[in-house]
């Protein structure tokens, strides 16, 4: 197969761990300064904790598909 048998786990490991981390470090770490004042001060809480959350569960589903077999 091309690229390999596992391909969708180890694209899904890439893109639910690029995605936990960029939505918690929005959370913890903010810009420190302000670009424009098109952009948020802050990144809003409760969308990035659910984005985190749907990112490590897919990371963490990808890494179980990829040790398991």
Do not use: C, H
């Not at 091309?2 to 960029?22: K, N, P, R, S």
Request: no cysteine; hydrophobic share 60%; net charge negative.
């Amino acid at each position: 197969m091309f690229l390999g048998e596992d391909l969708l786990a180890w694209l899904t490991l890439a893109f639910g761990a690029a995605l936990f981390v960029g939505n918690f470090l929005a959370i913890v770490k903010p810009p420190a300064k302000q670009l424009d004042e098109a952009n948020l001060e802050r990144a809003p809480v409760v969308r990035s904790v659910v984005y985190a959350g749907i990112g490590l569960v897919a990371a963490v589903w990808a890494l179980a598909s990829l040790i398991s077999g």
